[in-house]
């Protein structure tokens, strides 16, 4: 197998402006601000979600809370695939989900099939009052009726294409990449 | 995806043949398993559409209704047969039993049976997942699997921790499980009991031996103190409960004298006053409910396992976007 070809989409500079827009863009949407909370799904979500609380706090004072949702386990191709994915922690954010405006938030948005499991999964926890879609990259190939509210970008891509966010926590710098061929880690 | 290394195979019978990289998946696995018993709906649809039968052949609540709760709160369908009140009892053989169960399209079998090794013979012998809830003096997996959990909850750690199981341990499924799952996790692992209570080459397994109950409470960190049997007594192992209660008995006073805060674990049911105090039992350093709640999402991790696919179909579970 050839060597997976990676090339930049957006430095690290590219995406933490991103990230302050779709936190502006956020604030500009939900009024009021109080009834906001955020839900970043396991893994690159959740690293997402903070940075975008931490811009949503510079621009209004307050930080809204933050949980992270692990939609493995409502997975809609669980009994298909091989050995088991591994289930990563949930933890609603303090307060709850009922009556709250949610902005779940994923790092990349391709078939809609986690946001699909997400709305599931969050539905057996409560009623938010609404529930938005936040993601820094919307790529092609969407499989079900659901769209992003939030896109920090839009990356056409080819059939065995990825793309990739690399968020510090996980991989040691930010940035996002477009791949061609490799594996993807789940 | 979960390392191919750690794939536990289609069932799980017990720990001696398991790595430590399989254990420690279990472990790890069951970690998100604990908060779903804490949400208002306590559901997952992992195993939906998935039918278990719980094969009890000897009499279990606690074991029996673990089982039953993970299958549940994985939206798997169960069905409850007890050896009473069944056609076990009018003669028909193990593997009849569980023909007939597989001619009625069954996906999982969770097995409790008091001869050992009949869980292994019931898993060569039918394709569905086979799960060991105990058989004879062999293994009971999920239980080990449990006490490990929990102390790793107190200890962060399983490396290096001084785990002493206390009581019957020549007739025990619960130590056998326990010394192969710990001792493969790198804890250091002793029993305590009479020596009419003990295999003759318990030596042989790597644990060390107290014939002293203060002996081993020096040396422990974990106390996993093990239901004495009514029938021992019986048997001629010990003279009389109160002898055993005298010599072996964990009791306030021992525990205190301890030089550090032990961990006290049991896997029930309790006989308060013979092999453990209800001082103990009900005090500050037992962990026997957590035991118990921790038994919930130990036995849904194992579930989940088996009931994944084969491994060279890993290549396929991509991530959804």
Redesign the interface.
Known sequence: MTEPERQLVMDERAVAETIARLAREIVDAIRPAETMSLLGIQRRGIQLAERIADEIESLTGERPPVGSLDITLYRDDLMAIGPRPVVGQTRLPAGGIDGRTMVVVDDVFYTGRTVRAALDELSDFGRPARILLCVLVERTGRELPIRPDFVGRFVETAHGERVDVLVPELDGRMAVERVTRGREET | ??P?S??LGKDLIGLQHLSSDQIRAIL??A???K??SE???K????LRGKTIVNLFFEPSTRTRVSFEFAEKRLSADTVNIAATGSSVTKGETLVDTARNLEAMRIDMVVIRHGASGSARFLADRIPSNVVNAGDGRHEHPTQALLDMLTIRDHTRRLEGVRVCIVGDILHSRVARSNIWGLLKLGAEVAVCGPRSLLPADIESLGVAVFSRIEEAIEWAEVLNVLRLQLERMQAGYVPTLREYNRIFGVTRERVERAPRDLLILHPGPMNRGVEIDSDVADGPHSVILNQVTNGVAVRMAVL??L???????????????
């Open positions: 995806m979960i191919v750690t794939y790890d696995t970690e998100p398993f908060e779903i949400r208002p709906i559901k997952v649809p992992v989940y396992l009931a994944g696919g084969a491994p060279e179909r890993a290549e396929e579970a991509k991530h959804g976007g």
